[in-house]
């Protein structure tokens, strides 16, 4: 591995061990409106944005981009996508369904092949197409054998996807986009606390600890994102597409060791059936990997 090689892979570790241990840090918001957790978390990552593009010098493609009416509504509805995805993760966690947003996220990458499949004339090879089916059937068997459909993992990995297909589409780097959207969305974001805090239902003021709270939502956010952005360019994306089991795996065992959410024998072998269809999809990029080039730009995670 080069020097290269290794810089990154330690980058986006980091940045996948992040966000595998924030279900610890959002759990402590359980007390409040997940919807202002939102909006602070989206409000305190725009400085963290701002200074680290302007350390990176990654300022120059920012005022073309919100000058194009077509890159500015592409990344608004981005934008909206990873808000409302932020929003239903922190309220899962909060209300003790861990394990579905585990469970999101192992399905997230079979969900983008499919989109790919969709919307961009992607083909599947056989291993990925028996990957998909076999998710499919573990989502139809925690519908009909569970008595209900998992809509908390199929919004966040749906979302998810939606969000990374149309970041595919914009000509903007990962850091750039993202301070990009956090602009958009702050006027919203910004006004929604003021309104809380002019009827006096924000809780940003109830105390010292709640107030660092709110405030540490930017940089559990913004920091992860940037990690990855810097490491996904020095690794191939072959590395990337395995390293990001690692945060399901995580999430799913907080969940099952700390929070000692309960799991049903049908949740189990739904996972079982998962976790065979990620090893089918893992073996799918082991496959091409060799004709594979170093990756020069990759959709980040957003929880």
């Not at 958009?184 to 002019?198: C, N, R, S, T």
Request: glycine fraction near 6%; charged fraction near 15%; proline fraction near 5%.
């Amino acid at each position: 591995m080069s020097d290269n090689s290794r810089s990154g892979f330690f980058f986006a570790l980091s940045a996948y061990l992040i966000w595998g241990t924030l279900p610890l840090f959002w759990k402590l918001t359980e007390n409040y409106d997940p919807v202002e957790v939102t909006a602070h978390r989206a409000f305190w990552s725009l400085p963290i944005a701002i200074i680290v593009c302007i350390a990176l010098k990654r300022t120059g493609d920012i005022m073309p981009a919100l000058r194009s009416p077509k890159k500015v509504a592409t990344l608004f509805l981005s934008s909206c996508l990873v808000s409302f995805n932020w929003g239903v993760f922190i309220w899962a966690i909060t209300v003790d369904r861990v394990l579905d947003t585990a469970l999101a996220y192992y399905i997230n990458p079979l969900i983008t092949v499919l989109l790919g499949f969709v919307f961009l004339g992607d083909r599947f090879n056989r291993l990925q197409l028996a990957a998909i089916l076999i998710a499919a059937a573990a989502v139809l068997m925690l519908t009909v054998v569970g008595g209900q459909f998992p809509w908390v993992s199929i919004a966040l990995a749906l979302t998810f996807g939606l969000y990374g297909l149309i970041r595919k589409t914009v000509d903007v780097g990962p850091t750039q986009g993202f301070l990009i959207e956090i602009l958009l969305i702050f006027p919203i974001v910004a006004g929604f606390i003021g309104w809380k805090m002019m009827n006096g239902t924000s809780v940003f003021f109830e105390s010292p600890e709640v107030s660092w709270l709110m405030i540490l939502a930017g940089p559990a956010t913004a920091t992860p994102l940037i990690l990855f952005s810097v490491g996904a360019k020095r690794l191939r994306l072959s590395t990337i597409g395995l390293m990001q089991f690692l945060v399901p795996t995580m999430i799913f065992l907080i969940g099952v060791f700390i929070f000692k959410e309960p799991m049903r024998e049908v949740q189990l072998a739904a996972f079982a059936m998962i976790w065979f269809a990620l090893v089918l999809y893992a073996l799918s990029i082991m496959q091409s990997s060799k004709k594979e080039r170093p990756s020069s730009a990759l959709t980040e995670d957003g929880q």
